[in-house]
């Protein structure tokens, strides 16, 4: 099995639900969310067990699978279904967290958030209470605000391990990383960690991976819906951080769901909000994409119909070049879909395009894109059984 590649982003298909991986350098990987369906180890079922697949593919330490961070954006059960699982099979370094979690009632919570509840809870304590500093496997770090720190168990929680919407994070387990890796933290706001909805907590980021003087960038912003966001762009603006939005890959929030750019008016009707999406298209790169997280998109949606939305994908794809607009679920086609891969090549940072067995293509062409293909994608290719590899890296067409 080969290593991950020292940097770039993999989006999986898992189904409607996220499980990104951000490969740092050879040695640091950085989980955000996890969707580990049951099905997925059906021999039918062409979802990744996202599980099992993290086992294969992670560095190892001491001959076992490590992971640096774990981010939980939010504890519903599409971001984090298979994490007692992964705990049990994976070293985790450190998590990364919004203490909402801590507010909610356990019968509003499935039973992987209640094992991530009780997993940080423990490391909170280790971290309180330790006189030097906390080891790995027992690292943490809460993000955003909340009147939960000035409670008793959080007393003496140390101040370094909290981060705040507008800081930045170079540290990853331990130990810091600016040369390489930089996460921007957009959300959770103070006013809506107990007050609003699960989703409108989510842990909002900007990842930017560096590679001499070429960067890639990627935005992850959970369940965020049009409000919140609305706001995550104003904020950015009013602080001086709009350049803390430009992305190269925008992870469309909610699993591609309408609720980004649709909102209700004070008729209680549903309407268009042109401005976020302008915003968003203003912070994408030039060749930058849009990726979906689902089982793949509908043509039409029924009225309550949950995420994936076909109206949402239409309106992505408006601000996209051509074949920008990736689903995890589709890619390259729906009988059997693989990861979507993005990392630095001799080109810069970009896409690398999988072949679509189900199109008729140039036998040539195939060859020689086949030769390029990198070790993630050959790790990937041969952990889910690709005939046809990830082949061709398709750049922004600036390494800055």
């Keep these: 099995m080969q290593d991950l590649p020292s940097k770039g982003f993999v989006f999986w298909p898992v189904g409607t639900g996220d499980s990104s991986t951000v490969c740092v350098n050879t040695r640091v990987v950085m989980q955000i969310?996890?969707?580990?369906?049951?099905?997925?180890?059906?021999?039918?079922?062409?979802?990744?067990?996202?599980?099992?697949?993290?086992?294969?593919?992670?560095?190892k330490e001491d001959g076992e699978p490590y992971l640096a961070v774990f981010v939980l954006t939010h504890p519903d059960l599409d971001h984090c279904k298979g994490f007692k699982d992964l705990r049990e099979k994976v070293a985790i370094g450190e998590i990364w967290f919004a203490p909402r979690i801590f507010h909610e009632n356990a019968s509003d919570l499935c039973?992987?958030?209640?094992?991530?509840?009780?997993?940080?809870?423990?490391?909170?304590?280790?971290?309180?209470?330790?006189?030097?500093?906390?080891?790995?496997?027992?690292?943490?770090?809460?993000?955003?605000?909340?009147?939960?720190?000035?409670?008793?168990?959080?007393?003496?929680?140390?101040?370094?391990?909290?981060?705040?919407?507008?800081?930045?994070?170079?540290?990853?387990?331990?130990?810091?990383?600016?040369?390489?890796?930089?996460?921007?933290?957009?959300?959770?706001?103070?006013?809506?960690?107990?007050a609003s909805e699960r989703n409108e907590t989510s842990v909002g980021l900007r990842i930017e991976l560096t590679d001499d003087n070429r960067v890639g960038r990627g935005l992850f912003l959970g369940d965020l819906s049009y409000p919140t966001l609305r706001r995550v762009?104003?904020?950015?603006?009013?602080?001086?951080?709009?350049?803390?939005?430009?992305?190269?890959?925008?992870?469309?929030?909610?699993?591609?769901?309408?609720?980004?750019?649709?909102?209700?008016?004070?008729?209680?009707?549903?309407?268009?909000?042109?401005?976020?999406?302008?915003d968003i298209e203003k912070s994408l790169a030039d060749g930058g994409h849009i990726i979906a997280s689902s089982d793949p998109v509908p043509t039409k949606n029924k009225n309550g119909d949950n995420p994936p939305h076909a109206k949402a994908k239409a309106r992505y794809e408006e601000i996209v070049a051509a074949d920008h607009f990736?689903?995890?679920g589709a890619h390259p086609n729906e009988d059997d879909p693989k990861a979507i891969v993005f990392e630095f090549g001799d080109d810069g940072f970009g896409y690398v395009k999988c072949v679509d067995e189900s199109d008729d293509g140039d036998d040539e062409a195939r060859s020689r894109s086949a030769n390029s293909m990198t070790s993630?994608?050959?790790?990937?290719?041969?952990?889910?059984g690709c005939d046809e590899p990830p082949t061709q890296r398709v750049g922004f067409g600036s390494g800055e």
């Design 33 to 59: 969310d996890l969707h580990n369906l049951d099905a997925a180890y059906d021999d039918d079922d062409s979802r990744t067990p996202i599980v099992d697949r993290l086992v294969e593919l992670l560095p």
């Design 111 to 194: 039973d992987d958030a209640l094992d991530f509840r009780k997993e940080a809870k423990r490391r909170v304590k280790v971290t309180r209470e330790a006189n030097d500093e906390v080891e790995a496997g027992d690292r943490v770090r809460v993000i955003g605000y909340s009147e939960l720190l000035e409670e008793d168990e959080f007393d003496g929680f140390p101040e370094d391990r909290l981060t705040t919407p507008g800081e930045t994070i170079t540290e990853l387990d331990g130990e810091d990383y600016e040369d390489d890796f930089e996460a921007f933290v957009h959300s959770p706001f103070k006013d809506d960690d107990t």
């Design 233 to 278: 762009w104003d904020e950015s603006r009013d602080h001086g951080n709009e350049d803390k939005l430009d992305c190269d890959v925008f992870l469309s929030p909610h699993q591609c769901s309408k609720s980004v750019m649709y909102d209700k008016n004070d008729d209680g009707d549903e309407e268009l909000k042109q401005d976020i999406l302008d």
């Design 326 to 328: 990736l689903c995890t």
């Design 376 to 384: 993630l994608t050959a790790a990937i290719d041969a952990s889910q």
